[in-house]
């Protein structure tokens, strides 16, 4: 159990706190569940970045899925070898191409025929060979969670098959380009099997039709996605998602490649804000407390469900919203939920914040992020402290 409320008092709030141990055991579980067969855990850095969080995924093993070349900076400064990290995403600039190539890294998943034009060009320019991987679109409905559902602004992401195929045979001939994975990603918050199995197989055949043709695809990369636990979901078991993969797998002998985020550390993350005051308009109840839109926006952007807890109030429960001090109608963590009456200095938790939450806070209304910290076997440690105001202004310059 996590004493919330000494962090509170000793690293105030708002404030983030993530369980290291939780972080263990769902790695562990997820690579249990593709033992036995070549894998590779690629994390979502995307999610939590934090440089401590990623150092304690490179010990247990786990390699990163990168979005930009400072992700992939992160993932090497904590000692994820080169060899296990992967650098994704719609939209490379050339000087991180040109970067993540002299990196060595294990592959440059790609979007699009002119990315692979640029990728091959800024190989040759250097000498190198560019080990790539082909993100395709399985076009498969995901049924993922209608909070966060990403729908048609997914079509962005990847090519389709028969692109692919054209890409694959392309990169073939090309003495500057290695195709040596493929890629696919369903999107996020996945709580039903059928449309990973549906979307391996067919990537999974491509696999195949190209092998028939002597391109032989070594990484098999099922994306990130799995979904989590925030509210009363039935989430997906490892075990069961490893073997609906596997089941479209046979004859191919390739490595799994998956990249959770939220998996990894959605559930392992709290954060923690102080309550304020409470107010009423027009019969409508307010909790406001110190933490804000620009700390966790998660419930401003997407209307994401997060647990919420007054800790040690549990009378007087009546309706009511709990919103941030951000002048924003849309500064809310939770809305219309039964809370408990609270006073000035009741400590809230809002649950699962751990993937998406720091990484996506801003500084809006000049507001100075929160620090982190990190709980490891019962004993805690600060991994990043709370910004200052000077740190707010450190980068302007003033024009006297
Ligand atoms: N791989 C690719 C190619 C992705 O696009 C993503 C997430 C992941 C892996 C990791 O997905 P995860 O396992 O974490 O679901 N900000 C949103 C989530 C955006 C996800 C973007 N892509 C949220 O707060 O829910």
Same mark, same amino acid.
């Given at each position: 159990?996590?004493?919330?409320?000494?962090?509170?008092?000793?690293?105030?709030?708002?404030?983030?706190?993530?369980?290291?141990?939780?972080?263990?055991?769902?790695?562990?579980?997820?690579?249990?569940?593709?033992?036995?067969?070549?894998?590779?855990?690629?994390? *979502?850095?995307? *999610?939590?970045?934090?440089?401590?969080?990623?150092?304690?995924?490179?010990?247990?093993?786990?390699?990163?899925?990168? +979005?930009?070349?400072? #992700?992939?900076? /992160?993932?090497?400064?904590?000692?994820?070898?080169?060899?296990?990290?992967?650098?994704?995403?719609?939209?490379?600039?050339?000087?991180?191409? #040109?970067?993540?190539?002299?990196?060595?890294?294990?592959?440059?998943?790609?979007?699009?025929?002119?990315?692979?034009?640029?990728?091959?060009?800024?190989?040759?320019?250097?000498?190198?060979?560019?080990?790539?991987?082909?993100?395709?679109?399985? $076009?498969?409905?995901?049924?993922?969670?209608?909070?966060?559902?990403?729908?048609?602004?997914? $079509?962005?992401?990847?090519?389709?098959?028969?692109?692919?195929?054209?890409?694959?045979?392309?990169? $073939?001939?090309?003495?500057?380009?290695?195709?040596?994975? &493929?890629?696919?990603?369903?999107?996020?918050?996945?709580?039903?099997?059928?449309?990973?199995?549906? *979307?391996?197989? &067919?990537?999974?055949?491509?696999?195949?039709?190209?092998?028939?043709?002597?391109?032989?695809?070594?990484?098999? %990369?099922?994306?990130?996605?799995?979904?989590? +636990?925030? %509210?009363?979901?039935?989430?997906?078991?490892?075990?069961?998602?490893?073997?609906? &993969?596997?089941?479209?797998?046979?004859?191919?002998?390739?490595?799994?490649?998956?990249?959770?985020? /939220?998996?990894?550390?959605?559930?392992?993350?709290?954060?923690?804000?102080?309550?304020?005051?409470?107010?009423?308009? #027009?019969?409508? /109840?307010?909790?406001?407390?110190?933490?804000?839109?620009?700390?966790?926006?998660?419930?401003?952007?997407? $209307?994401?469900?997060?647990? +919420?807890? =007054?800790?040690?109030?549990?009378?007087?429960?009546?309706?009511?919203?709990?919103?941030?001090?951000?002048?924003?109608?849309?500064?809310?963590?939770?809305?219309?939920?039964?809370?408990?009456?609270?006073?000035?200095?009741?400590? =809230?938790?809002?649950?699962? *914040?751990?993937?998406?939450?720091?990484?996506?806070?801003?500084?809006?209304?000049?507001?100075?992020?929160?620090?982190?910290?990190?709980?490891? #076997?019962?004993?805690? /440690?600060?991994?990043?402290?709370?910004?200052?105001?000077?740190?707010? +202004?450190?980068?302007?310059?003033?024009?006297?």
């Amino acid at each position: 159990m996590i004493d919330f409320k000494t962090l509170a008092d000793r690293y105030d709030t708002p404030l983030y706190v993530y369980d290291f141990d939780h972080i263990t055991e769902r790695y562990r579980e997820l690579k249990g569940a593709f033992s036995g067969k070549k894998s590779l855990i690629s994390y *979502a850095v995307k *999610a939590n970045s934090n440089l401590s969080l990623l150092t304690h995924l490179a010990e247990l093993g786990s390699g990163a899925d990168c +979005v930009s070349i400072a #992700e992939v900076r /992160r993932a090497l400064m904590s000692g994820i070898p080169k060899y296990k990290i992967i650098f994704s995403g719609v939209g490379k600039r050339d000087d991180e191409i #040109e970067e993540a190539l002299r990196e060595d890294i294990l592959l440059l998943n790609l979007e699009s025929e002119a990315e692979m034009e640029r990728v091959e060009k800024i190989a040759k320019e250097l000498g190198l060979q560019a080990r790539i991987s082909i993100r395709v679109n399985p $076009n498969i409905d995901p049924k993922t969670h209608p909070y966060i559902s990403t729908g048609l602004h997914e $079509n962005k992401f990847g090519v389709d098959i028969e692109t692919a195929k054209r890409m694959y045979i392309k990169a $073939n001939n090309s003495k500057s380009l290695y195709p040596v994975g &493929i890629h696919f990603h369903m999107g996020p918050q996945l709580t039903e099997l059928d449309p990973i199995r549906e *979307a391996s197989q &067919i990537v999974a055949d491509l696999v195949r039709s190209l092998k028939a043709i002597k391109i032989d695809i070594r990484f098999f %990369d099922v994306g990130g996605g799995l979904g989590i +636990v925030y %509210d009363d979901e039935k989430t997906i078991a490892p075990y069961d998602y490893a073997q609906a &993969i596997f089941s479209t797998l046979h004859g191919l002998d390739v490595t799994l490649i998956c990249e959770p985020g /939220r998996f990894m550390v959605g559930n392992s993350g709290y954060f923690l804000t102080r309550v304020l005051y409470e107010k009423v308009n #027009e019969g409508r /109840r307010f909790v406001i407390v110190d933490g804000a839109m620009n700390d966790l926006l998660r419930p401003s952007l997407y $209307n994401a469900f997060h647990k +919420v807890e =007054v800790l040690g109030k549990s009378e007087d429960v009546s309706e009511a919203d709990l919103v941030g001090p951000v002048c924003e109608s849309g500064d809310f963590f939770a809305k219309r939920r039964a809370l408990p009456a609270t006073e000035p200095g009741d400590l =809230v938790v809002v649950y699962s *914040a751990g993937a998406y939450g720091f990484v996506m806070a801003s500084n809006y209304n000049s507001r100075p992020r929160p620090a982190e910290v990190a709980v490891t #076997e019962g004993k805690e /440690r600060c991994i990043r402290v709370r910004e200052s105001f000077e740190d707010l +202004v450190r980068l302007e310059k003033m024009c006297l």
